[in-house]
């Protein structure tokens, strides 16, 4: 459930409310696929878009704390810059962090992204590159990011 609780023509605040059930790909990355069994998730959203030297441009900031069961309660924060240096592409540079609350494993990390989009039409194709600049008690991701975009 999301709510804007402010809008203008170039900004946007909003808060999240959600729940999710455990299964592959929801845990965090310290531990087991399945491990766990409820998150509930509160978010505050803030974005704003602009101008700079002629090109288009937005950031996106956003907070959450993750309260889990059977795992560690969560804070992440995570953040997005975009520049369009023309029509039809966009240039994205984005940072996830988080921090488990919970010894032994107190996970933390620190992941970006840097990546291309080029839309045609209605559709865009995204590639780019994804690391783990730094952490404790969690995996390295480091690979490839490729996804398909359609306008609705």
Do not use: C, H
């Not at 766990?36 to 974005?47: K, N, P, Q, T």
């Not at 900031?61 to 069961?69: G, S």
């Not at 995570?78 to 609350?101: F, I, M, N």
């Not at 994804?130 to 990011?145: I, N």
């Amino acid at each position: 459930m999301r709510w804007a609780v402010r809008r203008t023509e170039r900004s946007s605040l909003a808060v999240y409310l959600g729940a999710g059930e455990a299964g592959a790909g929801r845990n965090a990355g310290y531990a087991a696929p399945g491990q766990g069994s409820l998150d509930l998730e509160a978010r505050v959203l803030y974005g704003r878009s602009g101008v700079w030297r002629g090109r288009e441009v937005y950031v996106d900031l956003e907070a959450a704390r993750l309260k889990r069961q059977g795992l560690a309660d969560e804070t992440r924060v995570d953040a997005t810059l975009g520049l369009r240096p023309s029509k039809r592409w966009l240039l994205l540079a984005q940072t996830y962090a988080g921090q488990a609350d919970r010894s032994p494993v107190r996970s933390r990390w620190l992941k970006s992204e840097i990546s291309v989009a080029r839309a045609f039409g209605d559709w865009s194709v995204q590639a780019g590159w994804r690391d783990t600049v730094s952490g404790r008690e969690t995996p390295r991701d480091q690979g490839v990011v490729l996804a398909l975009w359609r306008k609705l």
